[in-house]
């Protein structure tokens, strides 16, 4: 069961064992540019399931007791099998949940590459001895034992990316992975199998089972041989994983939606802010660290406003295999529906439609136009639920403390950006800000070595540098005596 995407043939089997398993029913995954069909895929139930967490579980006490220097060659090879297929890698992705390609060559697929290979670096430095100063004469040693079978559940907006950055510091840290990527979004998981099988690795240590969330999600997420559980995606799916991981009492990584704020204050650099406020139109606004809810002071309310409105109607939008595109389509009618629904009942709600609002004329298809609100009134679900589409909204505030009761009045926690000269304001504000992530004049910067994930109903848990081995990992110390022992 092949199939051609972007000229790049696919395997649309499940991946266990290092063999391509088929199922008995199929279901298909659509492109969001031209909302035709792309393959179908099998559809994995229990029986794949079972099948996967058993090969994974065979393979990992050898995986696991290679080490970190021994595993390292394998994920080396793996990271550049990625960076050698960069080009496919973006073309399939792009063709199927319609991200930007220039981004994903230049920039989201090589980072897929450097998650591989930063944490197989990592695991090298992980561990430590110290000698213990409660107890004179001992040596507190700390390993980072690897806990076994990993069930990785991945969502549609990046695929790739957000699944080498739980596949990376899993494998490293010698587990073994289950990875059970979105149903709308299937195809490059099987590309990061064809290469995890061409770096050589054993047999069971990386596995793919394709399916829906409810089915095959939901029976990976419930087997008693799995040991962690790393989720990426939306609320009320993460609260069913937990209850389900909860039985079995594994540990649980869980990185959600968000409502962040972007907050611009008078003294900002102008330029600099409005440039960054219209990135959060990014990927169509299909991003769960995107700022849509803008914060401006009030003194350059009306001037920010004209200005981000006139930038946004230059912004270009259209097919995402152009490089002229900055905005290109929503992954899918039924994603569509559902940011749809949002705008209708905003402007329901007495917002105002500064501009956008529907799918644009000329375009059609999935290219809903990006949109903004303002004079949102109080209470409007526009302004507390996360919409994952290209829909902002603009308020202002006139104080530090209204602007703190507005930053922090959403249910999520995951990042805020914040404009502005003054670095006393900005510390200042950012150490009220509820977010697992604050960004200062800038946005999307990441460093694998830094904690990542959110407050609140934004996630549980952190990810990046030791944190992901923390996660990835049971801890263990060994206290031992030096010298004699009376
Ligand atoms: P969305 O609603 O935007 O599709 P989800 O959070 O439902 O986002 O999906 C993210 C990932 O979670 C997908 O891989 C999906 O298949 C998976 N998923 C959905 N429901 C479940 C579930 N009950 N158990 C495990 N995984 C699930």
């Not at 200005?307 to 002229?324: M, Y």
């Not at 109080?378 to 403390?401: C, M, N, R």
Request: with cysteine; proline share 4%.
């Amino acid at each position: 069961m092949k199939t051609i995407i972007a000229g790049r043939e696919v395997d649309t089997r499940h991946f266990i064992g290092n063999e391509r398993i088929s199922s008995p029913q199929t279901f298909p995954a659509h492109s969001a540019i031209t909302e035709k069909e792309l393959g179908t895929v099998a559809r994995g139930t229990q029986t794949e399931v079972d099948m996967a967490v058993a090969a994974a579980k065979a393979a990992f006490p050898a995986w696991a007791a290679l080490g970190a220097q021994g595993r390292l060659p394998y994920l080396e090879r793996l990271a550049h099998l990625i960076e050698s297929r960069v080009e496919d890698l973006a073309a399939v992705e792009t063709m199927n949940n319609g991200s930007l390609l220039e981004a994903s060559r230049l920039r989201v697929m090589k980072r897929g590459a450097h998650n591989i290979h930063f944490f197989a670096q990592m695991a090298l430095e992980m561990g430590k001895c110290w000698d213990t100063e409660a107890a004179k004469n001992a040596v507190n040693q700390v390993s980072y034992d690897p806990a076994g079978v990993t069930a990785l559940i991945t969502p549609w907006n990046a695929p790739f990316m957000l699944s080498t950055w739980k596949v990376g510091p899993a494998l490293a840290a010698g587990n073994t992975v289950v990875l059970k990527p979105a149903e709308w979004t299937p195809f490059t998981a099987s590309l990061l199998a064809d290469m995890a099988l061409e770096a050589g690795l054993p047999a069971g240590v990386f596995n793919v089972v394709q399916g829906f969330g409810a089915e095959a999600g939901a029976a990976l997420v419930a087997h008693k041989d799995v040991k962690r559980i790393s989720f990426t995606g939306s609320v009320p799916t993460a609260k069913k994983i937990a209850s389900s991981a909860a039985q079995n009492l594994t540990p649980v990584s869980f990185e959600l939606g968000g409502k962040s704020p972007f907050i611009v204050f008078a003294d900002c650099d102008l330029e600099l802010a409005l440039f960054n406020a219209l990135d959060q139109y990014d990927n169509c606004g299909q991003v769960c660290l995107s700022g849509t809810r803008l914060l401006v002071e009030d003194s350059i309310y009306d001037q920010f406003l004209s200005e981000f409105k006139s930038r946004a109607a230059n912004l270009i939008q259209g097919d995402p295999r152009e490089a002229k595109t900055v905005v290109g389509p929503l992954v899918t009618r039924t994603h569509l529906d559902r940011v749809d629904g949002f705008v209708q009942r905003a402007k329901q709600a007495g917002a105002t439609l500064e501009f956008g609002g529907q799918v644009s004329p000329t375009l059609g298809g999935l290219y809903y136009q990006p949109t903004l609100f303002s004079h949102v009134p109080d209470g409007a679900e526009i302004l507390s639920s996360e919409v994952f589409g290209p829909v902002l909204t603009i308020q202002k505030f006139s104080s530090e403390a209204e602007l703190l009761a507005l930053a922090n009045n959403t249910e999520y926690g995951l990042a805020a950006m914040l404009f502005t000269k003054d670095q006393a304001k900005a510390t200042r504000i950012s150490s009220q800000l509820v977010a697992g992530t604050v960004w200062q004049n800038c946005f999307y910067v990441r460093d694998l070595s830094a904690p990542f994930g959110g407050s609140k109903q934004s996630g549980i848990g952190r990810e990046g540098g030791h944190w992901s081995f923390d996660f990835y990992c049971d801890i263990k110390n060994t206290m031992h005596r030096k010298g004699t022992f009376y």
